[in-house]
C-alpha cells in the first residue's frame, strides 16, 4: 500500500499542478451574473489543467456546428454532394430538389435551359417541385421568433435557392422626420416596404425606438420604427419565408427569360416521378463543411442534418430524425455519448440546445486525435479567417494565427471551442461556454471594451504565457 501512495505522489509531483494556472483574473472581467464553462486539456497527456463547471448544461450556440461537421464526415463521403435533378414524365416537367444549401438561380436557369436542348421549348404539361428529400418543420423548435425575418434563420428545406435570402438596403440620407426607403433588385420575388421614421441618434434614444421587422407566408417584408440619419444605406438581408413560392416565382421568370412557354402550372408534388434528363451537383461535402464552420453558415449545418437522418434512417429528413442520426453516429463511429445533450438542430441558433462542456471537449479532443478528418483545417484561425478574423481578444500578436477554434454567439451566449498553440509550442485543447452574459442597461457603467474581451484576451493570453 505505502509503496501505491508514493508511487502516486511521484506520478502527481512529475505533472504540471493543476493549481499551477489560475485563470480567476480573467473570470473577474466578466460581468456579475456570467454562467461560465470552462476546460483546458492536454492531448498529449490526457490531462485536464483546468476545469469549471463542466458537467453543467449551456448552451453551445454555433459550437454545435463542429458536432454536425464531425457526424458528416464520419458518415458520408467527402465527395457526397447535394443533387438537384429535372425530369420529365409525358408533358410535365419535375424538379427534384434533395436540399442544396448552395444551389444559385444561375445554375437553376442552366438546368431549364437543358429543356431547349431536348426540343422542350413548351412545356405542355405543369412544372412540378418535388421536394420529398425533407419534411416536417423548416425551422426547429426553439428559434427566435424575432430573428426569423433574416438570412441567418433562413428556412431549412428540401426546395432551397440563393440560400432562402434576399439581400436589400435601406436608405436614411433624407431629412430628419421623412421615411426611409427600401430598394431590393427588381428581379427578387419578394415586396418589402418601409414605414420606419428616419431620426437622429439622440432622438432614437429618447423614443426607445428601434428598427423593427414583420415577415409574413407570402414572401412580404415590413419595416416600422426609427433609423438614425445616415448618408450610407443601411444592408438588409429578407430570410425567405416561403420557399415553395419563391422558387416558383424564380423558375417562372426564367423560364421566360430563356424562352420556355409553360401552358400548365407550378404546383408541388413530392410523390411525382420522372425520367432524368439532367442534374446538377454541389460543391463536394469538404467544401461545404469548410465554408460551414468558417463563415458559420446555418443553412448548410441544418440541411446537412436533415440529409444525415435521411441517409441514416432512409425516410425523408427532418430536425428530429437528423439529431437522433448525429448522436448515432458520433457513438457509433467515435464512441462519443452524446445522450445527455440537448440537441434540436444542427447549426445551434435554437435557445433550446444544451451540451456540457465535458461533453463538447470529447468532439474536440476527437478531432485533434484524428487529423485525417481535415476537421481542425476547416476551423477560424485567429486574425486570419472566418469569425475570428476580427476577433478583438484574438486578432493580435502573439495570439494571432495561434488559435484555431469554432466560435458561438447567441442571445447572452459567447462560445469559444478548439485548440491553441502556447509559445513553447505545446497544443491544449479549451472549450469556454459563457452563458448569462449580459451588461447594465445603464450606459454609463458599460466600459469601452467590452468584458467579455478583455476576459478572452487576458484567458488565452495567460494560457499561451504559462505553457
Known sequence: MFKKILSLSLLVMSLPSLAAFNPQAAINKLPNGHDLALMILDPATNQVFYSQRTEQLQAPASTQKVITALAAKLYLDDNYRFNTDLEVSTNDVILRFNGDPTLSRTELASLLKVLKKNNLSTIKGNLYLNGNAFSGYERAAGWPWDILGVCYSAPSSSITLEHNCVQGALYSNKAIGQQTRINVPSHQPINAVSNALIVTKEQQKQQHCELELVANPSNNYQLSGCLPQSKKPLPLNFAVQN?????????????????????GKILRND?????????????PLAELIDVMLKKSDNLIADNLTKTLGREYFKQAGTFNNGVAAIKAILQKHANIDLTDTVMVDGSGLSRNNRIKASSLMQV??????NPSLGLLKNMPVSGESGTLLYRQSLRQAPLKGNIVAKSGSLYGSYNLAGVIKTQS????????????????DNVNDKPTTPPITEFEKALYLSIYNQY
Open 243 to 263: 420557399t415553395e413560392a419563391y422558387t416558383a416565382a424564380v423558375i417562372q421568370q426564367e423560364l421566360k427569360r430563356t424562352g420556355i412557354q409553360l401552358e
Open 271 to 283: 410523390n411525382i416521378k420522372g425520367k432524368r434528363i439532367a442534374r446538377h451537383q454541389s460543391a
Open 364 to 369: 474536440i479532443t476527437h478531432l485533434y486525435n
Open 425 to 440: 509550442g505545446k497544443a491544449l485543447l479549451f472549450v469556454q461556454l459563457v452563458n448569462n452574459y449580459f451588461l447594465p
